[in-house]
């Protein structure tokens, strides 16, 4: 009894994707070794697409004495200024089987602060 129908790539007894038939004239699940002759695929065509995220702009800072400031921006509420906008880097401050360090500075007004991640 199939449990699962539909997408004929994939294998109707356990739902793992079927692979592409080498030699021979059957395609064998490699999970659950259902067999289904080649034939069956005959006449189908196999479509597919990239679909790329939309492009977002940079901040772009103006003022000379931002030129430093380089990075990531990211949603997070400055805890001095209380507006949101930090731009982050990760460096490795401990040993290599512990988290990173998140170092985020506001970009209003350049308080830095750390998380220990």
Sequence with gaps: MSYFSGDP???PECGNVLPVP???NTVLCPRCSFC???SEFSGQT???SVV???LTPLLVLKDDRDSDLKGPVVDRRCSRCSKDGMIYHT???RSA???QTVFFTCIHCRY???EDS
Excluded: L
């Design 9 to 11: 790539n994939f294998c």
């Design 22 to 24: 080498v030699t021979s």
């Design 36 to 38: 289904i002759p080649v």
């Design 46 to 48: 196999v479509k597919s």
């Design 52 to 54: 790329f995220n939309q």
């Design 91 to 93: 460096r490795q401050m």
């Design 97 to 99: 089987d512990e988290g």
């Design 112 to 114: 830095q602060e750390k």
